[in-house]
Nanobody, 115 residues
Framework: QVRLVESGGDLVQAGGSLNLSCAVS????????MGWYRQAPGKERELVAA???????NYEDPVKGRFTISRDNAKNTLYLQMNTLKPEDTGVYYC?????????WGQGTQVTVSS
């Protein structure tokens, strides 16, 4: 079965950096559309950034200039480099992969940014 497993979440001070990874296993298929989402306590899940198979990216305004989404198709892994972290970046970060009728989510990795 296809699985998406996030890693790299941690507790960091404001201004710090983290690099999240999302490893896709159970298939050699390269997922056309992948993205990072996050959910803060008491908030609904929201898109952070997305990337297509050919490398086109999209960032939501709160993370523009601070986060970088990338993918290594050879490793079938998605990344999110997060710099200049702010307390409002705190939340559970989820990896998502979509193609055709398929929609897969990871279990999430906790990111906590202290002020």
């Amino acid at each position: 079965q296809v699985r998406l497993v996030e890693s790299g979440g941690d507790l960091v001070q404001a201004g710090g950096s983290l690099n999240l990874s999302c490893a896709v296993s159970g298939t050699t298929f390269r997922i056309p559309a992948m993205g990072w989402y996050r959910q803060a306590p008491g908030k609904e899940r929201e898109l952070v950034a997305a990337i297509t198979l050919d490398g086109r990216t999209n960032y939501e305004d709160p993370v523009k200039g601070r986060f970088t989404i990338s993918r290594d198709n050879a490793k079938n892994t998605l990344y999110l480099q997060m710099n200049t972290l702010k307390p409002e970046d705190t939340g559970v970060y989820y990896c998502r992969g979509q193609w055709y009728e398929n929609d897969y989510w990871g279990q999430g990795t906790q990111v906590t940014v202290s002020s």
